[in-house]
């Protein structure tokens, strides 16, 4: 089975991906968290795009496509693909839907996560990340344990992201509404269209997100 998380930044795609894949072995696939270690590895292709995300706008379809085909070639053979952050823009979408039709691959469903603006700020400006494991965590719903360690995995070394502010934020939004809301309605057209409310607990989503894929 092969998904798509859409939803704008902060509505909790990535917490929702990493629970798929814990309990269904399915494989994530997040552009963001791509271009985060093209970062922080140095490469080329992450020292370009890094002021273009700390200032929360969307790098080039080329670039994301790019990352996206390298990794649908090296993990083919997956039981599933969660598609985090990806598609962003409708040339996006439709190169995503090449790729899967030259894999012999179906787009199952697309889960859209619906969220309302204020909250989303209140999220982001509060949320926190584990770096090793990628666990997230957030101030109020569910702060950083009083040892300071990550019950997932150990860890004591929290991250927040450079562009978890809220200027970035701002933006981040704007392009999520002018580039990657009109994704909405494309997929509404294909057919491949489900909603969720995600402002529910983490665990409601969750199991919505179960049902429509059921
Ligand atoms: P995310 O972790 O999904 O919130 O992505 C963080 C940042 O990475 C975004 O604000 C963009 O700058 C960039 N990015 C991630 N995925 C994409 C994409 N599919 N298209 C363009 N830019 C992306």
Request: hydrophobic share 40%; with cysteine.
């Amino acid at each position: 089975m092969n998904i798509i998380l859409l939803g704008p930044p902060g509505a909790g795609k990535g917490t929702q991906a990493r629970k798929l894949v814990d309990e269904r072995n399915m494989v994530q696939l997040s552009t963001g968290d791509m271009l985060r270690a093209a970062r922080s590895s140095g490469t080329e292709m992450g020292k370009k795009v890094a002021a273009v995300m700390d200032a929360g706008n969307l790098v080039t379809d080329e670039i994301v496509i790019g990352l996206i085909r390298e990794q649908l070639e090296a993990d083919n053979g997956a039981s599933g693909y969660i598609f985090d952050g990806f598609p962003r823009t409708l040339a996006q979408a439709d190169a995503l839907g090449e790729l899967l039709v030259s894999m012999g691959e179906n787009l199952d469903c697309v889960v859209e996560m619906q969220v309302d603006d204020d909250a989303l700020v209140e999220r982001i400006t509060a949320r926190a990340t584990c770096g090793p494991c990628g666990e997230v965590y957030n101030d109020i719903t569910k702060p950083i344990p009083a040892d300071g360690k990550c019950p997932k995995c150990g860890a004591a070394d929290f991250q927040r992201r450079a562009d978890d502010n809220e200027e970035s934020l701002r933006t981040r939004l704007m392009a999520y509404y002018k580039q990657t809301s009109p994704l909405v309605g494309y997929y509404y057209a294909k057919g491949d269209l489900k909603s969720v409310d995600g402002l529910a607990s983490m665990d409601d989503v969750a199991a919505s997100i179960a049902k429509v894929l059921a």
